[in-house]
Each structure stands twice: as C-alpha cells, then as structure tokens.
C-alpha cells in the first residue's frame, strides 16, 4: 500500500511540474556598444518558450529585416536574440526590448525584458 501511495506522488509531482513550466528568461540583452556599420548583438534566451518573440526599441515593435535585423539564433528553440547588421545611429541608437507573448489566450505567461541601451558611437 506504501508504494502505491509513493508511485502516485511520485507520478502526480512529475506531472504537476511538467504542466505549470512557465516561459522565463534564461538571459536578458544588456547594455551594448557598436561602431557604426559593426554587427551588434542582443542576447535573449527564453526557457519553456511556448509565445512568440518580438523586438521593440523605444517602445515601437521590430519586424525582421533581412540584411539588417535578424534572428541570431533560432525561436523555436528558446533563442531570441537579435542580430543587427550594419548598425546606424539614426536607426539603432537606443532602447531595446526583447518580448515574448503569453503562451495561450488565457495564460499570463507573456514576458518583456529589462530595457537595454545600444549605443552606436560617433564616428
């Protein structure tokens, strides 16, 4: 009888704890500097990502651009960070967020990151 109480725990704990994983960050974009026309790269990585990744830079959604903004890593798998090529003042200069929306309609799973600068310096 002792075991089949413990086989149930053991059973209903490895389930409980497999259907409550929220999403979380495993790393944050942080404070970056670029020359111009350098790459930069915002690190974001997200574990138990069931949403979708986005971007913002002073508070305005990012679309991914290629040739300018792109996936450094891959989304599906957690990895979030961004790449930007040929870095410009008038464009990059900045503060961004990475964002990662809840994982269902219902669910309040959905993230933002702490706001990280990206200075391009002057030439």
Known sequence: MDNILWVTSFVFSVLTGIAFCAQEFESEP??????????????????????SCIWQKDRKPIGMFSGKYEWAGNPEDGDCSLLILNSRLDLDDGD????????????????????????????
């Open 30 to 51: 942080k404070y970056t500097e670029v020359n111009p026309g350098n790459e930069a790269l915002l690190e974001c990585k997200v574990l138990n990502k069931a949403g």
């Open 96 to 123: 961004w967020e990475c964002q990662v929306t809840a994982s269902a309609f219902d669910s309040r799973d959905q993230l933002t990151s702490k706001v990280a600068q990206l200075v391009v310096r002057g030439k």
